[in-house]
């Protein structure tokens, strides 16, 4: 490849799936959940109330009550235990909405595509992987695409750049949700939001970035018969 180190052929390659891709399975936390109480600040809407998670020993569940603000302080702690629970509780939200045909709204949804981006990289791999997880639930979901829609430039330039890091299983859910994302977007939606972002993919991705567009362009034939975008691009 002339753009740096040619990617081998495996994880990176981006190909359509022979199969719908089902969200990463993350490890239970331990039995004893606890609860995250929302700040008083915390903005009303965003507030997610009435997630039950079951505990299977005792065949009890519990109400997870929290807020942005709540989820945004456990993705930080120094306790890569604490950041995991936050997603664990992003993912479960996610998959009661969906069980039940929830509509959630654009600040829930955008709030967790920004936390799901801000750790592919953790220290931790746990907690890169549950990261992954949210995201895979939120674009394997035909229901949260109005919402996940502005997001698309930022989500698909991370999982490319996460194409070349050194852990096999972040390589190879990065390359599995890059395809949800492309089975699941309106073609010219992906080519408009990653053509001003491709100077931020890494050379050693631009391989992969040249097959995803290979799969995608040829179904953009009126987005690039207006000359501006077609010079932009």
């Known amino acids: 490849s002339s753009n740096g180190t040619a990617l081998s052929s495996g994880p990176q390659r981006i190909s359509r799936p022979n199969q719908r891709t089902t969200a990463i399975p993350v490890e239970n936390l331990e039995e004893t959940h606890t609860k995250v109480s929302p700040s008083n600040e915390a903005i009303s809407d965003v507030k997610l109330c009435g997630t039950e998670v079951k505990v299977s020993s005792n065949d009890v569940s519990e109400v997870f009550v929290f807020s942005r603000e709540s989820l945004v302080a456990m993705t930080e702690d120094a306790a890569w235990s604490t950041r995991l629970q936050a997603f664990v509780l992003m993912n479960q939200r996610l998959e009661r909405a969906v069980s039940v045909g929830e509509t959630l709204g654009s600040t829930i949804i955008e709030a967790f595509v920004d936390l799901g981006i801000s750790h592919l990289a953790d ?32 989500v698909t330039t991370a999982l490319f750049n996460r194409l070349v890091d050194r852990r096999p299983n972040i390589r190879d859910q990065a390359n599995a949700i890059l395809n949800e994302i492309r089975y699941n977007f309106d073609p010219v939606d992906l080519i408009a939001a990653v053509s001003p972002r491709m100077h931020e993919i890494a050379d050693r991705t631009k391989t992969a970035l040249v097959q995803f567009l290979g799969a995608v362009v040829p179904h953009c034939t009126l987005y690039f018969s207006q000359p501006s975008l077609a010079s932009a691009f």
């Open 123 to 154: 220290t931790h791999h746990k907690v890169s992987m549950a990261a992954l997880s949210v995201l895979m639930s939120l674009h394997s979901q035909s229901q949260f695409n109005k919402h996940c829609k502005p997001k698309l430039g930022a």
